[in-house]
């Protein structure tokens, strides 16, 4: 499975919308996570079942969708929420495959 | 509070060896399947390989399949990963991570904080 995120960079100003959308070249059913990571950080896992906010995460997170389209919202940025966002497949494995990644910068 | 710490990375030469270790505390060690999960100097994330709670199955992806072994000691806590014949791409970043039940691979949480291999001459 391809994993195919876009945009590769999106800037957005803090208190604003963000959308990452992640489309998958075979269905994934909803068998789909989401990563955060920030510079010198390892991955910190946001959002899994397409739709289940992790542990610790904040409400402002959201992920939908199912098959191959997928998206990260983020209703309200805040300033920590500055990072790189990956997508990971594990409907048909192995291999797991991620995405290339959306970086989510400041505008 | 769960946490995972690799060692055992640094500077090899093509063609060398490395034993990366991934020592594992704050749960049952025993019951999940652990992965390991690499990224390239200013690349994205990826899966390199898993192994079920027993150690029982083993998974590789095809760019490591035949040089890299997973492995575990369920005694000891602690995640391996053997990498033979080590090559230029195979410089990044490895992470440990845990999986989500004894056998499968699905999301990972959590993820270890990383140890460097350099495949240089």
């Known amino acids: 499975r391809v994993m195919t995120q876009s945009p590769a960079t999106l800037s957005v100003s803090p208190g604003e919308r963000a959308t990452l959308s992640c489309r998958a070249s075979?269905?994934?059913?909803?068998?789909l996570a989401w990563y955060q990571q920030k510079p010198g950080q390892a991955p910190r896992l946001v959002i899994y079942?397409?739709?289940t906010r992790a542990t610790g995460i904040p409400a402002r997170f959201s992920g939908s969708g199912s098959g191959t389209e997928f998206t990260l919202t983020i209703s309200s940025l805040q300033s920590e929420d500055f990072a790189i966002y990956y997508c990971?497949?594990?409907?048909?494995?192995?291999?797991?495959?991620f995405g290339q990644g959306t970086r989510l910068e400041i505008k | 509070e769960v946490q995972l710490l690799e060692s055992g990375g640094g500077l090899v030469q093509p063609g060398g060896s490395l034993r990366l270790s991934c020592a594992a505390s704050?749960?049952?060690?025993?019951?999940?399947?652990m992965s390991w999960v690499r990224q390239a100097p200013g690349k994205g994330l990826e899966w390199v390989s898993a192994?079920?709670?027993?150690?029982?199955?083993?998974y590789y992806a095809d760019s490591v399949k035949g040089r890299f072994t997973i492995s575990r000691d369920n005694s000891k806590n602690t995640l391996y990963l053997q990498m033979n014949s080590l090559r230029g791409e195979d410089t990044a970043v490895y992470y440990c991570?845990?999986?989500?039940?004894?056998?499968?691979?699905?999301?990972?949480?959590?993820w270890g904080q990383g140890t460097l291999v350099t495949v240089s001459s």
């Open positions: 991570a845990k999986g989500v039940y004894l056998t499968g691979c699905h999301w990972f949480d959590p």
């Open positions: 704050g749960f049952t060690f025993s019951n999940y399947v």
């Open positions: 192994i079920s709670g027993s150690g029982n199955s083993t």
């Open positions: 075979q269905s994934v059913s909803s068998d």
């Open positions: 079942d397409a739709s």
């Open positions: 990971q497949q594990y409907n048909n494995w192995p291999p797991i495959t």
